[in-house]
């Protein structure tokens, strides 16, 4: 399966939240205002990631336990679990969709720590915020790298109703939409091999950098 755009637009999902999960004790972030809470979080970006940089290359388990207790609660995964499945989503037992779910989590995770420390970021502007209807906005972005490159991010975020808090559940880089990515590479798998050879290949790819991050 080849995820290497997918595994570059979670790159960029979690580049407006890394600098937070870099400053564990740090002051959470409101999420009460998309825009507010993206620009918020990006501010801390360069610094805390260019600081760290050499520690986190050696430990796979570092960049892990950051992404789980400090990016992650930003992030609906399984919302997004259910849009990669597509229409195998309504056909799956409560027990795949449970797996799924929980595979579709450490493959963003291990996609992320793979290819984070390869970037190097000069800055990241918030640069507007579009809504597309109530409770769904666009958030606007231009991540400028060391070399001159730089690239137009777009975060989508919806309000979560329950918990009143705005989540994070897709990321557009230079038009490519990686949820819509995932959606297609995964769709075509089940329809080829079948929903739990997909899982089962899935746990298998996740198993060795879980044993790493150990």
Known sequence: MNLSMTSRGFTWLFLALTAFSFSVRAEPVEQKDPQVMISALS???????????AELEKSPKMVREFAQQNVLPYVDTEKMARYAMGKYWRSATDEQKKAFSDEFTTTLIR?????????????????????????RVTVSSNVLQADGNSSDVVYRAYLDKKSAKWMIYDVTVEGISMLLNYRKVYIADISRRGLQAVIDDMKEKNQSFLNSAA
């Open 111 to 135: 996609s992320y720590s793979q290819s984070l420390l390869k970037l190097n970021i000069s800055s990241v502007k918030v640069t507007g915020m579009t809504e597309e209807k109530p409770g």
């Open 43 to 53: 501010t801390m970006l360069v610094d805390k990631l260019n600081a760290q940089r």
